[in-house]
């Protein structure tokens, strides 16, 4: 016995020991004009650049929602934003407690840690040691959150502040007899492009090259681009962003918005003002003084802002840059580099003045890419460059596989080791697409679309819109062609579709809450009884008003055979597939751990809008996924959808049958069990009689009498005690 215990614990030592660390470093908004190793010709990136020299550099590299919280929710989950819940930064908390990457990976023996911007509006799950910036965090002086609650405020420089706490965890925090994976994360450069003290000088008295698409009049494309509110001439802020104080602005009249203040001076200290000052000051006075004296034009007012805009941003890249070359070197002095996997990354680009615009969001190249370096010196030979099409999606099952975890099949990406390993050629012709938000602060439509190697399609649905592009002779998307070649169109619409098939895209899978305050009061109440219910509901039924209905109809049946289960009632009259979805990601089943979740849902995408059956069973998947996430010890007993039609020849009926035809193949008779029991309330003729469901959709008692005879048995099996009657 001895020896079998001893050879399973050597066993695991050298399992661990094939193990790669994992070191992500990560930043915001970086664009790929700014990386020397992507071409820039503003900035020089050594330490970046060595990552690709040393490893592989990916030149069509794009994520799936280019704004902050959905590109991160991406990474840590493999999926598209609409699967994972976190569509918008506006909206609810990212739900960590479903299926992610550090989850999964401290599953497999690795040490987890974060240490800088996490920026999905809730606490770090997953993670052995974190400390993260509120929200965006500050370059100056900033606040972290901290692991046991509170914060602290560290003084110095944020790039340099997120760089010493990693190389702390890494050099005296951590086990360094198990593998680690380090999220290494970066607030620049994004906004307020308020660069390090040290690099004020950098660029001054240069000016930059001016982008061709500067001065870009949106012509050619959809309308909604000539409403944005993202012009670095019109929007920009001269005290937030461009670093010319409030006073000065008011004193001089200067022409342009100045509604936001700036946040990053007040946080200094008297030394850290006083060198700020003795650099700007003088800059500033040159200009007002050149407005003041006529000697400016609005046009150059729109150029002067650009190349301080510019200059600040590619500053703080600098620091993004020195500070990866502290990691890498700490990962050559410790004889780490070896069997560490090194990526460098940001959540999306960014526009650095093409088409006069900052911020991102658009699917156009500029936010559409963001950069992927990686480095494995056991594994990837060095210096290789693809072009193959990645997605955020795949950073997860990459770095799964690497470490000899299994991938969930729920999530959509794919391991790039076999583009860095073999060279394979064998992948996705195309990618996906989608930005949720409603317009908001920089006025950028909804919109989704794809790309392939040479065109990108955009549909813009407020407008009815699509835009087509032939990134070859068009490689500044300056022209649409989408009226110009009807069969090439066509061609890229269905490919647009299909991909949306593929990635499980559609109304019934795009979580939605509703308007109106009595389904908002049912949910707070549903919440209320989640968290009551956690560690002791065996049971939990999870659907729409078929459902709520328990507490109506079903009433005393349910406190015969459920009550005394402790069973939790998540259902809520009139939803469908995309409402459930919300539900889960905000707060209903969040802690339950049931023995058995049933879950009936559907028949209202059927009677509401007929929509298709596919779309509908992806929607009931993507619910099975979200629960399973949650609490992967509960066994799911999915009910066919119920029949919705008195007569077998209803139209309503005939789609439910389809939707069941497909949902029966979910069931794997491990976690996810099946079992239609619409035979149960139809007669010999395969009719609905009105005493069982008056109006072919709500059961009445009788009808839930039923429900539970059908379903008890197949309870009894999943390992609930039989009722005691």
Not at 220 to 238: D, F, P, V, Y
Not at 262 to 271: C, K, L, Q, T
Not at 340 to 366: A, C, L, N, P
């Amino acid at each position: 016995m001895f020896k079998y215990i001893l050879y399973l614990a050597l066993t695991a030592v050298c399992t661990a020991a094939k193990q790669p660390n994992i070191v992500f470093l990560f930043t915001d908004d970086h664009a790929l004009s700014a990386i020397s190793a992507y071409g820039s010709k503003t900035i020089k990136t050594p330490n970046i650049d060595r990552i690709a020299e040393e490893g592989a550099i990916f030149q069509n590299s794009f994520c799936t929602n280019s704004i902050c919280g959905p590109s991160r929710a991406s990474i840590m989950t493999g999926k598209h934003s609409h699967l994972n819940g976190f569509t918008g930064n506006l909206g609810a908390a990212f739900d960590g407690h479903q299926t992610t990457l550090p989850r999964l990976l401290q599953n497999a023996g690795y040490q987890t840690a974060i240490f800088g911007k996490w920026h999905l509006k809730s606490t770090p799950v997953g993670f052995d040691r974190w400390e993260i910036f509120p929200g965006q965090g500050n370059y100056y002086n900033p606040d972290l959150l901290q692991q046991g609650g509170g914060r602290k405020r560290y003084q110095g420089y944020a790039t340099d502040i997120v760089t010493d706490l990693s190389l702390k965890w890494l050099k005296e925090e951590r086990d360094p007899n198990k593998p680690f994976i380090l999220f290494c994360q970066h607030k620049a450069p994004h906004r307020t492009f308020s660069p390090a003290l040290r690099h004020l000088e950098l660029y001054d008295g240069k000016d930059l090259p001016v982008p061709s698409t500067f001065f870009d009049d949106y012509k050619n494309r959809s309308a909604t681009l000539a409403k944005h509110a993202m012009g670095i001439a019109e929007h920009m802020a001269w005290d937030y962003d461009l670093k010319v104080p409030s006073p000065l602005v008011k004193e001089y009249n200067l022409p342009g918005r100045n509604h936001i203040k700036d946040v990053e001076y007040p946080r200094m200290s008297p030394e850290q003002k006083k060198a700020w000052d003795k650099f700007f000051e003088p800059r500033n006075r040159e200009l007002l003084e050149q407005w003041k004296a006529g000697k400016l034009t609005e046009k150059d007012l729109a150029l002067w802002r650009y190349q301080r805009y510019a200059k600040n941003y590619l500053r703080t890249v600098k620091s993004v840059d020195e500070n990866i070359g502290r990691v890498l070197d700490y990962l050559d002095e410790s004889n780490l580099t070896e069997n560490t996997i090194v990526i460098y990354s940001s959540d999306q680009g960014f526009y650095v003045g093409e088409h006069g615009w900052f911020d991102k969001r658009w699917m156009f190249e500029e936010s559409l890419s963001m950069p992927f370096l990686i480095r494995w010196p056991e594994h990837i030979k060095p210096g290789q460059k693809h072009k193959e099409l990645i997605q955020n999606i795949d950073y997860a099952p990459t770095l799964l596989s690497a470490a000899g975890a299994e991938v969930p099949r729920e999530m959509q990406g794919k391991s790039l080791l076999p583009l860095v390993e073999s060279s394979s050629k064998e992948w996705r012709d195309a990618i996906y697409y989608a930005y949720y938000d409603h317009g908001g602060e920089h006025q950028v439509p909804q919109h989704d679309g794809i790309r392939t190697e040479r065109y990108k399609l955009i549909h813009f649905p407020r407008s009815k819109e699509w835009n087509l592009f032939d990134l070859k002779n068009d490689p500044n998307e300056l022209v649409s062609i989408h009226g110009k070649d009807p069969k090439l169109l066509k061609e890229l619409q269905s490919k647009y579709d299909e991909l949306k098939k593929e990635y499980h895209v559609s109304s019934a899978t795009i979580p939605s809450s509703r308007p109106q305050p009595w389904w908002k009061q049912r949910h707070k109440l549903l919440n209320k009884r989640t968290k009551n219910g956690s560690g002791k509901a065996e049971i939990v039924f999870i659907g729409d008003s078929i459902t709520q209905a328990w507490e109506t109809h079903g009433k005393d049946t349910w406190q015969k055979y459920y009550a005394p289960r402790n069973a939790v009632n998540l259902g809520i009259s009139g939803d469908r597939t995309e409402h459930v979805m919300w539900r889960l990601q905000n707060g209903n089943f969040t802690g339950l751990t049931p023995k058995v979740a049933v879950v009936m849902i559907g028949t209202n995408n059927t009677g509401h809008k007929m929509q298709p059956a596919l779309e509908t069973a992806q929607g009931i998947r993507a619910i099975l996924d979200q629960i399973r996430s949650k609490s992967p010890d509960t066994k799911i007993l999915l009910l066919g959808v119920f029949p919705r039609d008195a007569s077998p020849e209803g139209k309503m009926r005939k789609r439910n049958e389809e939707i069941n035809e497909l949902i029966d193949d979910y069931a794997d008779d491990k976690h996810i069990f099946y079992q239609d029991i619409s035979q149960v309330f139809l007669d010999d003729k395969g009719t609905l009689p009105k005493e069982i469901m008056p109006d072919a959709l709500h059961p009445r008692q009788q009808g839930y009498q039923l429900w539970a005879e059908a379903i008890e048995p197949t309870l009894n099996k999943l390992g609930l005690s039989p009722i005691t009657k």
